[in-house]
């Protein structure tokens, strides 16, 4: 999906996605982000076991309502994402890997953003920076120390904490859904998808 007519499109900036590892990367109006409170509730109830654990994630996170808020103020948006190999999303560690590709390259994306002037960029990503960048700390520095991000320039907040619809935000962009392991379709990959807010 391209820009809306009247926006400006970044091409360098979907580019950059994929040099930095996309499969693929398109660019998606604001209004194809559907927010739902359900979704962003699953993080509490049942309660993910990184709930808490970083800055990034619930509650320390604007949720489905902040992001509604933080909406208003963007005219266009990104969209990534990774496909992956099952035996990979199903493996303990090597999955960590690609959640951790994953937040970098929606970090990568938003920081080219803002050096071409688009200074309230935000990404988003998928999985817990404290699981996969800080996992040697036993606490994560910005909530227990009141210090500074260890990892600023990786680390990205979770779409699940705000209620993003992942399956919305892909139609939005024209790729298929493809969910690792379910049986009615090709179960060999699955995808990740990232999110950078360009304003
Ligand atoms: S310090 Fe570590 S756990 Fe805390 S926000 Fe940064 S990467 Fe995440």
């Known amino acids: 999906m391209t820009a809306h007519k009247g926006q400006r499109s970044f091409p360098e900036l979907l580019e ?14 604001p209004s194809g982000i559907c927010i739902e409170d359900e979704l962003a509730g699953l993080c509490v109830e ?19 309502n902040g992001f509604r808020e933080l909406l208003k103020i963007y005219s266009q948006a990104v969209v990534f994402k990774l496909e992956v190999p099952s035996s990979i999303l199903f493996s303990p560690v090597e999955r960590l890997e690609v959640f951790a590709l994953l937040q970098e390259i929606a970090a990568g994306v938003e920081q080219a953003a803002i050096k071409i002037g688009q200074t309230r ?27 500074k991000c260890r990892n600023p320039h990786l680390a990205r907040p979770s779409m699940s904490g705000f209620g993003i619809n ?19 379709v090709d179960t ?12």
């Open 16 to 29: 950059l996605a994929r040099r930095l590892g996309a499969s693929d990367a398109a660019h998606v109006a």
């Open 46 to 64: 049942p309660q993910c076991e990184n709930f808490g654990a970083s800055a990034n994630c619930p509650p320390h996170v604007l949720g489905p």
């Open 121 to 147: 960029s935000k990404g988003f990503a998928g999985n817990c920076c404290k699981v996969l960048f800080c996992s040697d700390h036993p606490r994560c520095r910005v909530l227990h120390e009141g210090g």
């Open 166 to 184: 992942v399956s919305k935000l892909m139609e939005a962009a024209g790729w298929p859904l493809k969910i690792a392991g379910e049986k009615t």
């Open 188 to 199: 060999s990959t699955g995808t990740l998808c990232g999110l950078i807010l360009i304003g």
